[in-house]
């Protein structure tokens, strides 16, 4: 490749390195990073491939900064289903839908606050959580658990809650996905997204929580990739003017740092290119590009670097808007270095939430409190021998990863050892699925463990007939409870991250009363 620019000093240079956002793989720093953070890189994105345990990941933002004390160490750790910290393990945190079900800000906040935590003992400064998108469309294939519910106010609330949390330990918040994601039926990572709702319900519904979010004083938002005709006929809100720059900066009054979602995701890149898409979102207002999660190598780094200063030059994007830009990356790095030495502090602690429960165990207090039982008309009582669980799984969201392990049988054979369990996918029939699950059960007890099953009419087939063959049968439902209760017991876990697990695990075998 040809590089534009030999003289790493270069202001234009080193504007253009500042606002990128790139990945990397490995467990320990790449040469090539090292170099291109001295030669003004500003920002760098973890992911699951980049973290083994703690140690590991604090010891690799510390080789980070000792390249450059200043650096941004992003992540995209919501907690609950989304988790990067914990990727092989499944969080120790419920996601937003969970908390949302709570419906207790107080619980909220601690819980983020214990995330933050986490992340800044890590050296890990920028999270790009939370998600205000209100699931105003049941068949989002993309959103669901992550966020806080369907009430506007509601989502609003917790939205100002999670900010205030993370905040407060020093860790920059990232609110997503501007204007809001949560009434599609399309995944941005593999097409374009489209809204075809008229202005007045994007003032009342979408942007309430992102309202709150700025007056709660999020560092950042980040950019959805979608597009919204009310606000701009042509080009997805990440590309838009109208909606960057018009509608979050000149009309909310956001000042912060815009980030956008992943470039290389398919509603950008199958349709403008990873290096056009970034000039044009800088155009447009936006501050940092973030990509790395599937492109994640130096030649990316060098082609938007490129794409950049070759805009400028040719008076595609002016000098300024790219100064700005950088200097809004800069800005949040020195908020992100004082706001790490203020919380660690003596008495920073005492500002934690009062919730109960508050600290080290907060995502388990929350994942339990979380959990909706319904007994159905022939209860069958808890589990106490061990049983089969028959695992509907859906293909994994790219969000979410099929890295990260789901469900009950972890936590359930550890309270009742010689718990099997069968993986149930919609590539069998009905019939045979069901007669599976039954040979492999034999006698006893099935926990039928679903995701969404409103979303998945095979998935919803198949449980009814197993439920007919055996009504003692208990349903874990772990995504979106839209479905009708079914089951002689019906539990509800609002999200799948392992403390979920944990608490339906309780629940089913008689550890927690509901049964």
């Excluded at 990232?174 to 007045?200: E, M, Q, W, Y």
């Excluded at 200097?327 to 992100?336: E, F, G, K, S």
């Excluded at 859906?394 to 990260?404: C, F, K, Q, R, S």
């Amino acid at each position: 490749m040809t590089t534009l620019v030999r003289g790493s000093s270069d202001t234009l240079t080193r504007d253009a390195l500042t606002v990128l956002q790139p990945g990397f793989t490995g467990t320990t720093a790449p040469d090539w990073l090292l170099r291109r953070i001295g030669e003004g890189l500003s920002s760098v994105g973890l992911f699951g491939r980049n973290i083994a345990t703690p140690g590991q990941l604090a010891a690799l933002t510390a080789r980070l900064r000792a390249e450059r004390d200043d650096v941004l160490v992003a992540i995209d750790e919501e907690g609950g289903d989304v988790t990067r910290l914990e990727v092989r393990t499944g969080s120790s945190f419920p996601g937003n839908y969970a908390l949302g079900s709570v419906d207790d800000v107080d619980l909220t906040r601690a819980v983020a606050r214990e995330l933050g935590r986490r992340l800044a003992e890590c050296g890990v400064d920028l999270n790009w959580a939370p998600s205000a998108d209100i699931n105003s469309n049941p068949d989002n294939p993309v959103i669901g658990v992550r966020s806080f519910g369907a009430g506007t106010e509601l989502a609003a609330r917790h939205t100002v809650a999670y900010i205030e949390g993370l905040q407060s330990a020093g860790v920059a918040a990232c609110t997503k996905h501007f204007p809001g994601h949560g009434d599609t039926n399309v995944d941005s990572h593999h097409a374009l997204p489209r809204i075809d709702v008229d202005l007045a319900t994007v003032h009342a519904r979408e942007l309430v929580p992102f309202r709150a979010a700025i007056a709660a004083g999020s560092k950042a938002v980040m950019s959805a990739h979608i597009l919204l005709p009310a606000l701009d006929p042509d080009r997805p809100a990440t590309l838009s003017p109208q909606i960057l720059t018009g509608l979050l900066r000149e009309e909310l009054g956001y000042q912060g740092l815009i980030v956008t979602d992943g470039m290389e995701m398919q509603a950008i890149s199958s349709t403008y290119g990873i290096e056009r898409g970034s000039v044009l979102a800088i155009a447009a207002g936006a501050d940092a590009i973030c990509v790395g999660g599937g492109l994640a190598d130096e030649e990316t780094v060098l082609r938007l670097r490129d794409a950049l200063v070759t805009a400028v030059r040719d008076g595609d994007l002016p000098e300024e808007r790219l100064a700005d830009a950088a200097a809004r990356v800069r800005a949040l790095a020195d908020w992100t270095r004082r706001a790490r030495g203020a919380a660690a502090e003596p008495g920073a602690a005492s500002q934690e939430g009062t919730a109960p429960g508050s600290g080290k165990e907060i995502g388990l207090v929350a994942a339990r409190r979380a959990v909706r039982v319904t007994v159905g008309e022939r209860p069958c009582g808890p589990v106490t021998a061990a049983p089969h669980i028959a695992a509907f799984t859906p293909v994994a969201n790219i969000a979410v990863g099929d890295d990260t392990p789901w469900g009950v049988a972890a936590e359930l054979s550890a309270l009742l050892p010689g718990t099997t369990t069968g993986t149930c996918t919609s590539e069998a029939g009905t019939s045979a699925l069901v007669a599976d699950v039954l040979a492999a059960a034999a006698d006893r007890r099935i926990v039928a463990v679903v995701r969404d099953v409103h979303r998945h009419p095979w998935m919803a087939a198949a449980l009814d007939a197993l439920i007919e063959a055996r009504p003692d049968t208990v349903v874990v439902e772990m995504g979106v409870d839209a479905a009708p209760p079914r089951g002689a017991v019906h539990i509800a876990t609002h999200g799948a991250a392992r403390v979920c697990g944990r608490a339906a695990a309780e629940v089913i075998t008689g550890k927690i009363a509901g049964i």
